[in-house]
């Protein structure tokens, strides 16, 4: 092991030798000792401006005013743009717009009567022949119009007449049966017959029903108050010995709390 500042066992034998580094010749520093990103913590660093709102102000854009597609851009003709345009075009023309010497070439083909010996027969031509004035020709018969509709909802349209119009009373069948039911108890005799046989069930629906009939109710006696107490006429007499020893210990009794049987 090397010391401190000294040469390795290979140097100082000289037998055997490392190969070189291929550096500068400096040191070999750790990557768990090696600063990372020294310059971001030297200087000053880059400063943004904050976090942008969405908003349809200016401060939602990042121009800090706004700018139009056409800055200074003034109306613009088309039919103007297009004449000035045909003009700068007119005034490259030498001269005159060329004509043939000899004019144009009549057709000669499938249609043409250019060339043949009768020319063009008028009877084949494609123009409209002049015509008289169309006069409708007159009706022969006149009949009545065609009546309107099916027959339901409409007057005077079936072969029969029209039924006529009746009229009728708002509250007829009340009425009618009223003036039925008057007759028909105009003409009883008597009430209704009833049957005195008439089968029942053998338990009654009801348990405390009963054909006897009710007792009286009774009535309630009132009791007579006095309005005066009672008072003896003669005073009370004097009491017993048992009477006279209760009156005497019933101070004491009452002081003590306790309870004196004789």
């Known amino acids: 092991m090397p010391t401190e500042g000294g040469k390795t066992d290979m140097e100082r034998i000289g037998l055997f030798s490392e190969m070189e580094y291929i550096s500068v010749g400096d040191k070999y520093v750790s990557q768990f000792n090696r600063p990372f990103n020294e310059a971001a913590s030297k200087n000053r660093q880059m400063l943004s401006g904050g976090s942008k709102i969405l908003s349809d102000l200016q401060a939602g854009y990042f121009d800090p005013h706004f700018e139009r597609i056409f800055e200074g851009e003034g109306y613009v003709n088309l039919n103007q743009m297009r004449r000035r345009y045909m003009m700068e075009e007119a005034k490259k023309n030498l001269g005159k717009a060329f004509l043939p010497s000899s004019g144009d070439k009549k057709p000669c083909g499938l249609g043409s009567y250019y060339g043949t010996i009768g020319g063009p027969v008028p009877f084949f031509s494609a123009l409209s ?125 009452l002081a003590t709390g306790n309870q004196v049987v004789f």
């Open 129 to 253: 022949k002049p015509r008289e004035k169309y006069q409708a020709p007159g009706k022969n018969l006149y009949t009545n119009p065609g009546k309107k509709g099916t027959g339901y909802g409409y007057a005077n349209v079936t072969i029969g007449k029209q039924f006529s119009h009746s009229a009728d009373f708002y509250d007829a069948p009340k009425l009618n049966y009223k003036r039925d039911n008057e007759e028909h108890l105009r003409l009883l005799k008597g009430s209704p017959f009833k049957l005195n046989l008439y089968p029942r069930e053998y338990f009654d629906s009801n348990p405390y029903f009963s054909e006897k009939p009710l007792p009286p109710i009774k009535k309630e006696e009132k009791k007579v108050l006095l309005s005066i107490p009672f008072k003896p006429s003669s005073p009370g007499k004097k009491g017993t010995k048992y009477e006279e020893l209760q009156d005497c210990f019933s101070p004491i009794l």
